[in-house]
């Protein structure tokens, strides 16, 4: 059994010198044909590299976007990203489990670290299925036998039922790596720790269907719900303000939710009221200057609103201070453009400020960490996580989690 968890095996748990093939999940913003350089490298690498230190053996398995797309690339640059983020050498193979990947993974020493090539370029990974299956995949069935030991750090792929996330644990001992174990932990403790004082979720972003799945797994447990986004947008639209339109149809933001889910957001809004803070200004871009407007005063959308205003930012800043733990899922504004990030700024920083403990994610908001000289040490957790979190927030198993517990 684990010594650091009881819920799966760990790192700690695996014996030095084993042949080790390992799940991560270096998906990429690809840019000309690129992949770019993004957190989850700097993430894995600890993990690998302790895997190395051990004497390991390691073949890494990993994908990048789904076939049919843009982002759909091989991995060779993606080892490269790796291998300077190690600052070790990470071989590469374009192969996964055919003739050419055996014999490279047969010729490593121990420490020795082999990427083979993207997972989703081989038939047996995608197709959604139950763990028995995608065991049974000549995939899984061709690779598992050159190796003693799985190890799954892909937390953030862990809500997918594909071959190398659930058929390997069936048929091979396996482990949670350092970043799967810390994402698991501090993603399910907003369901599973007890807090004394005040408990607060920021959620913005721009599914509204993500923030009402929030609410009701966690209404029990959060005390004040401070909305913003897109999402925040539709909630004052169903309180009466004459916002959460799209300016024209072809904007696709806000009307098709609406249609969608405006019954469930009414009924979230009257059974939660008390709960709910929304946004009682905000922002909007008036000729490259930030402007803002009262929500009260409104009379009708005539701007497209890229954030909350500053009073708004400043009364959630103000709930946080006086938070014991805060969870952050969404931006609260288009964060990536500077004058619109005062929201979710803000927030970010009273917490930094506040001793609370705090995770955040969802998305690319954790990003803004990063963007505006934040620092990741500040908060308890930074989630790498985007539909993963998600899950792990509304209460539902994550695949790659059930398949190792069940190792
Ligand atoms: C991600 O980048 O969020 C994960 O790797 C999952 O990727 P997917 O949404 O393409 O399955
Ligand atoms: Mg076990």
Redesign the pocket.
Known sequence: MSTSTATFDTLDDLDAGQRVLVRL?L?SPIEDGEPQDNRRFERHARTVRELADAGHRIALLA?Q??PGRDDFTSLAGHAEILASSLDRDVAFVGDIYGETAVDAIEALDAGEILLLENTRMCDDELPEEVPEAKADTAFVQSLAPHFDAYVND?Y??A??S?ASVVGFPLVVPAYAGRVMETEYEANTAIAEKEFDGRVTMVVGGTKATDVIDVMNNLGGTVDDFLLGGIAGELFLRADGAPVGFDLDPEQGLYDSQWASNHELVESMLDERREQITLATDLAYDDGGRRAEEVVADIDEKTVSYLDVGTSTAEAYADVVRDSEAVFVKGALGVFEEEPFSVGTVTVLEAIVETDCFSVVGGGDTSRAIEMYGLGEADFDHVSI????YIRALTGQPLAGVEALKRS
């Open positions: 999940d998906n994908h976007g789904r892909a953030s792929a809500h997918r594909h996580a985007g539909g993963a």
